[in-house]
């Protein structure tokens, strides 16, 4: 005859599988949906960001903003019918726990790609991504930055980010934490590019890149940059393979915001002679330049001031 009493670990399972179930769903139920999504605002204007999303939910695990929205604050002196920054749209972000390193593990999903990786830690924050088949010419990236490309991106961060800043709290002030200081960070950034080609577009915030581009294969891609407390180095900047050859050597200063990191870049390239002969004027305007002294056949400039709005001489 069989045993009617039920195995004590199929009690145990049923019961946890049970809270599981139920914890799960009195979190997506009572979740506070706008306080977290003010609580993300709020830390990012602080920052000097403005971001914003359609919509915030929990899932199992963790959360999941959709349609979200990130851009430069509008500086304050700005006038009150000047237009607003275009953000970068990002279809949805995904936030859970992560335990290497102790914090949140994110993965996007954006320009037909990934961006996977983890932020966290105790005294500094450890920051690593992964970009794995971003589409330029995908989503909003020709609004954002004015050019028009095609081609695929790939690439790794890795960055430890000491905190900086903070007081002690007293009577009269509470205490205010210390935040992560980009502009100390050390570890590495590389990038590598297949088929990109620019097809035109214009940066109007550059003045030297707001004339327009004509269309210019630019091939393969390949760059790495290595930090030490904020100290950049370039320790490979190239691109081939296209109507254009490019090497770069030079250092980057970041600062607590990327855009104002501070560049100090020598650029060499040359144009192929189909592409010469195809840009006309441009390519006339191009072999003006400064010769490298090392091989007549490059040209070269220089790259400096902040890199979001750099200069060219």
Do not use: C
Request: hydrophobic share 40%; charged share 25%; proline share 6%.
């Amino acid at each position: 005859m069989p045993d009617s009493r039920t195995a004590t670990w199929k009690l145990v399972l049923g019961y946890t599988a049970f809270a599981l179930v139920a914890f799960a769903l009195f979190f997506a139920w009572t979740f506070p949906s706008e306080a977290a999504r003010d609580r993300v605002s709020l830390e990012a204007a602080a920052r000097g960001y403005d971001v914003r999303m359609s919509r915030l939910a929990p899932g199992l695990f963790g959360l999941t903003a959709a349609d979200v929205e990130v851009r430069p604050k509008r500086p304050d002196n700005a006038p009150d019918d000047a237009p607003e920054p275009e953000p970068l749209k990002i279809d949805s972000i995904a936030l859970r726990p992560s335990l290497f390193p102790l914090g949140v593990h994110v993965r996007a999903s954006a320009f037909n790609g990934v961006i996977d990786g983890a932020a966290g830690g105790l005294g500094t924050v450890r920051v690593k991504l992964d970009l794995d088949g971003l589409d330029l010419s995908a989503g909003n990236l020709k609004a954002f930055s004015g050019l028009d490309m095609s081609g695929t991106l790939n690439g790794s961060v890795d960055l430890i980010i000491p905190k900086s800043g903070g007081t002690a709290g007293t009577a009269a002030r509470p205490e205010v934490p210390a935040q992560p200081d980009l502009g100390q960070a050390s570890g590495t950034l590389t990038l590598t590019g297949k088929d990109i080609v620019l097809n035109g577009g214009a940066i109007e915030s550059i003045p030297a890149l707001s004339g327009g581009f004509p269309k210019i294969a630019l091939g393969e891609l390949n760059a790495k940059l290595t930090f030490d407390k904020g100290a950049g180095k370039v320790e490979a900047l190239e691109v081939k393979g296209g109507d254009v050859t490019l090497e770069g050597t030079g250092t980057i200063r970041l600062a607590r915001r990327w855009d104002y990191a501070d560049t100090n870049v020598d650029l060499k390239f040359k144009v192929s002679d189909e592409a010469r002969a195809r840009l006309g004027m441009v390519a006339a305007g191009l072999s003006m330049l400064k010769a490298d002294p090392k091989d007549p056949s490059y040209r070269v400039v220089k790259m400096t001031g902040y890199l979001g709005r750099p200069n060219f001489r």
